[in-house]
């Protein structure tokens, strides 16, 4: 039973082992196109791959000293409009790939979605600098826009302020600022990142200007307003499917104690039903010493032993000399000193009498050993107070 519960500890171990390997910090599915996320959908490689080309790489807000803000997924209201448009007026560049929502600053601008136009797009005009040398790119959908008032297009087979023309990546002035809107954020999602020439295109765009600081905006991550390092701790670096799964293992091993341990009651005290006479550990030691060297040595190994044993029953030390030994433990026990000393102590001066020297043994032992039972008319002084002889 104890090596089957064993098992099943080890068990829950290695399974415990396998669900934090697996979900281990710095994995997570999240939601689509979020920048924390690995999953095909999510955007962690492209957080990762502005790391390398940008000064510094943000996801939750925006300040003054931003200089590239790239919208993976629109979740603004009416006055976070203004308040972008007025951060793009003032020379920002904003990078929009949400194309399925109408910013609002892009509607006099006649950013008008057009039809899907296959899998990929080549360049074809491209008035954009940043991207003149680039060849194609391709996403399972890729949006294109009206070339109407804009101002600079790229990867479209009309030039920019073409009536009725289309392109994948427009781009648009605003004062001191512009607005690059993009066919879809498939396009940098982590499953197509690195097909044909999207990777450099979007760090073209984000850092054309030279290294700066770059937001990714998205509903999973964005906060208005400065941008709060947090203070992490250990548990937020946990996922939290492991912290689910922790707490459904606390759980399930609270139901197996319980359901192990509803069998048992209160401890009852029982009598033993069969008590073993201490003379048969004595005589059996006594006859094996006797037949492997001769009674001579088998009546000094139990009279040692004898010695040894209530030396370390009444706590005196082992170099206590016999005398005193007697002396206390028949203070103590009530068991007279000279049948003590006639154990510990050989007198005969000649062939000892084993069988004697056993049945004084067999007499005395439950009358100054507490774990021995007390002989009838000898009660121990250990187990009711003090006694006198």
Aim: proline letters at 6%; hydrophobic letters at 45%; a negative charge.
């Amino acid at each position: 039973m104890r090596q089957k519960g064993a098992l099943v500890w080890v068990g829950l171990f290695l399974v415990a082992v396998v669900v934090g390997f697996v979900a281990r910090p710095g994995r997570s599915d999240g939601v689509p196109l979020d920048p924390r996320s690995t999953a095909p959908d999510g955007a962690r490689a492209l957080r990762e791959l502005l790391d390398r080309y940008a000064d510094d790489v943000g996801t939750s807000s925006i300040d003054e000293s931003t200089d590239t803000l790239i919208v993976l997924e629109d979740s603004l209201d009416a006055d976070s409009d203004e308040a972008v448009l007025a951060w793009v007026r003032d020379g920002g560049h904003l990078i929009w790939l949400d194309n399925r929502s109408t910013f609002t600053p892009l509607r006099p601008e006649g950013a008008s979605i057009a039809n899907a136009d296959g899998r990929q797009v080549v360049k074809g005009v491209c008035s954009i600098e940043a991207l003149a040398d680039l060849s194609a790119l391709s996403a399972p959908s890729i949006r294109l826009f009206a070339t109407d008032g804009v101002a600079a297009s790229c990867f479209g087979p009309s030039a920019a302020g073409t009536p009725g023309g289309t392109t994948a990546v427009a781009q648009y002035r605003f004062d001191r600022g512009r607005v690059t809107v993009v066919g879809g954020a498939t396009l940098v999602d982590n499953a197509h990142i690195a097909e044909a020439d999207n990777a450099a295109m979007i760090v073209r765009l984000a850092t054309s200007d030279g290294a700066r600081r770059v937001v990714l905006w998205h509903p999973a991550t964005i906060t208005m307003g400065p941008e709060v390092d947090p203070q992490v701790g250990l548990f937020d670096l946990v996922p939290a499917r492991v912290n689910v799964f922790l707490m459904q293992l606390v759980v399930a091993t609270g139901l197996w104690l319980w359901f192990r341990g509803r069998r048992f009651g209160k401890v009852v005290a029982e009598p033993q039903l069969v008590e073993i006479p201490a003379s048969l550990l004595v005589r059996s030691s006594a006859e094996l010493q006797r037949r492997a060297k001769g009674d001579e040595w088998a009546a000094a190994a139990l009279r040692s032993d004898f010695s040894a044993r209530l030396r370390t029953e009444h706590r005196l030390g082992p170099d206590t000399p016999p005398d005193l030994v007697a002396t206390v433990v028949a203070q103590r026990t009530g068991y007279p000193a000279d049948a003590l000393m006639a154990i510990m102590v050989d007198r005969s001066g000649g062939e000892p009498d084993l069988a004697e020297l056993v049945t004084r043994i067999d007499h005395a032992t439950p009358n100054v050993f507490t774990q021995a039972p007390v002989s009838a008319g000898r009660p121990s002084s250990l187990s009711s107070g003090s006694h006198t002889p």
